[in-house]
């Protein structure tokens, strides 16, 4: 049995509530229209689809695949991954809503194309309100399964009419957000001659090195891997290396880009830090709610993670109008104006721009929702402009 606490209902009678429908249907990180749970007994199959929004288009967000420590905290992921893609989206301008799914197990051990198929076919039965792509655990390869018995998969091979590997646009986001950042705070927007921490140099990381050494940037980088940190000086001989990010973050940064795991911005790190903006790729960077005020108070300028690292949603999204990367890469380089309009909002209203970025797609999704409802139709997939 799991955390049940007693609530009372409007009748006065003491009812038990678990934390998930206390979340969905109690608090305000609620609110999702439909959460589906997923089972398929003969490949070993249980996910859940969470669709967090549908006002602005069909819900979309990818497929993390995760050995969850229970069934309620893969239900809790999915819910919080599925509202912060409601999130992303509206601020990426895309004509989306937010969605996640999570299949629960081992993916090392359980991943079959039996069980990717079952699981495509509950895709296919939500007829376009979900649509799914890569996320932990799952790959190209998988979408490519997956995308056999449903249309609305995206992160498929170039092979198969998809856009392949998403980190290619998501570091080119970022480094617009960065360069926004620049403009914001000290006129120009260029990394020229400045000095920019990147704490993790996998997918999304070593294409933002390439960015900011072609923008002139002096890059430090440091990475638990060592195979990745050489792939990044085999490619630029003058890039400098901090033994972890504990050191990097106290090192004279002007720029410091998490890259790697969430939570980078915490009790720990902010008080230390020496750059002046951050922006980066990793989702979830504040640790706790809190964090973006003392970011602010300390005078750093911290870019919101989901507004500079969509450059991904956007180029899987472009999936649904037959991919075409320079149309694509054109959507990301909004990141560049979107990030600006944050940092001015903010300076307006006298708010963290996080909490700036929160109430932009907040009114987003509130005026889109009002304008033609919650629900979409499978018909609005390919209508989106
Ligand atoms: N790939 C995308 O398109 C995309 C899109 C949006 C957000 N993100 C987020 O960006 C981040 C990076 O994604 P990725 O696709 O490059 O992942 P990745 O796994 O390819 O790269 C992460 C890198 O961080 C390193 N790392 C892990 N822990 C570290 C630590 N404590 N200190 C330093 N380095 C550490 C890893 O060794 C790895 O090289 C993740 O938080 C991811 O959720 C990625």
């Known amino acids: 049995m799991t955390d049940v606490s007693s609530s009372v209902s ?9 934390p998930v429908l206390r979340t969905l249907f109690r608090s305000e990180q609620g609110g999702h229209e439909q959460v589906v749970l997923c089972q398929d007994r003969e490949s070993g199959l249980k996910a ?46 895309l004509a989306l809503g937010g ?29 376009g309100r979900y649509v799914t792509a890569c996320d932990v ?21 170039p092979e198969n009419g998809g856009c392949g590997d998403s980190s290619v646009l998501t570091s080119y986001g970022v480094f617009q957000g960065m360069r926004a950042a620049a403009q914001h705070l000290w006129g120009a927007p260029s990394l020229s001659g400045r000095t920019v921490g990147v704490a993790g ?30 792939r990044v000086l085999a490619a630029h001989p003058g890039v400098r290396v901090a033994a972890s990010t504990d050191e990097l973050v106290r090192l004279p940064l002007d720029v410091y880009a998490p890259c790697a795991l969430g939570g980078a911005l915490n009790d720990g790190t902010v008080p230390v830090l020496t750059a002046k903006i951050v922006c980066g790729a990793a989702n979830n960077q504040l640790a706790h709610p809190g964090v973006e005020k003392d970011l602010a108070e300390r005078g750093i300028l911290y870019a919101p993670d989901y507004v500079v690292n969509a450059g991904g949603v956007i180029q899987v999204a472009d ?64 209508a989106q402009g």
């Not at 051990?109 to 990717?116: A, D, N, P």
């Not at 294409?207 to 638990?224: E, F, I, N, P, S």
């Not at 109430?359 to 509130?366: D, L, S, V």
């Open 10 to 18: 409007a009748d006065g009678a003491s009812s038990p509530v678990s």
């Open 48 to 93: 859940v689809i969470a669709i967090h929004s549908t006002a602005l288009g069909p819900a979309l967000g990818g497929t993390r695949f995760h050995a969850y420590a229970s069934d309620e905290e893969a239900v809790m992921d999915a819910l919080n991954l599925a509202r912060g893609m409601s999130y992303k989206n509206a601020m990426a301008g």
């Open 99 to 127: 969605g996640k799914a999570v299949i629960i197990g081992d993916p090392e051990q359980l991943k079959s194309e039996e069980l990717l198929l079952a699981y495509g076919r509950f895709v296919a039965s939500l007829g």
């Open 137 to 157: 655990g799952t790959y190209v390869q998988d979408m490519d399964v997956i995308a056999r018995v449903n249309e609305w998969t995206t992160g498929r091979s």
């Open 201 to 230: 140099v996998g997918k999304v990381g070593h294409y933002l090195v390439d960015h900011l050494v072609a923008d002139g940037a002096d890059v430090v980088v440091t990475d638990v891997r060592r195979e990745s940190v050489e």
């Open 319 to 382: 999936e649904l109008h037959g991919f075409d990367m320079e149309r694509a890469r054109a959507k990301a380089a909004q990141i560049f104006d979107t990030t600006l309009e944050i940092f001015a909002k903010a300076e307006a209203d006298g708010i963290p721009p996080a909490v700036a970025a929160d109430r932009i797609a907040e009114h987003r999704m509130a005026v889109a929702h009002g304008a033609h409802g919650a629900r979409v139709d499978a018909t609005l997939v390919g």
